[in-house]
């Protein structure tokens, strides 16, 4: 049996190869993700430790954490894109807006009500707009 010109086996073949392709990208997304992370997380704890409010610090902390993150998707995570004119910039950033969005929102719900601490806070709003990130980009920056 043959799925349009490709047999039945090669068709099969390039969906996993399609999904190992995947999964490598996510691997990776994951190492710029973790690397971006300790950026922003750094630049919250730097900012409460200068005595700056933890929403400022939460917001500044976004900004060099997206920059460090466009800058390894585009070198290494996915290397031969073409995800590099103005509109997949500001595409890139606006995903990353609504994940700020979804941060500062869970920060506000945990820290400001719930009393809990920024710092651990944080660590598990990032791994939530991890994904969210991830998929987002991939479907409207690099794939699209």
Request: hydrophobic share 55%.
């Amino acid at each position: 049996m043959e799925t349009g010109s490709l047999p039945l086996a090669e068709a099969s073949s390039l969906r996993v190869d399609a999904r190992a392709a995947l999964l490598q990208a996510f691997i990776k997304y994951v190492a710029v993700g973790g690397i971006a992370f300790v950026v922003d997380w750094g630049t919250l704890n730097l900012c409460l430790w200068l005595g700056l409010h933890y929403m400022l610090g939460t917001a500044l902390g976004f900004v060099f954490g997206l920059l460090t993150n466009y800058s390894l998707c585009v070198a290494w995570v996915w290397p031969g894109t073409r995800a590099r004119s103005v509109r997949d910039v500001i595409v890139f950033s606006l995903i990353g807006l609504g994940g700020l969005a979804l941060t500062e929102l869970g920060m506000w719900l945990s820290v400001g009500l719930m009393h809990f601490h920024p710092s651990p806070s944080k660590i598990v709003l990032a791994a939530i707009v991890l994904v969210w990130n991830f998929s987002l980009r991939r479907i409207f920056v690099f794939f699209h």
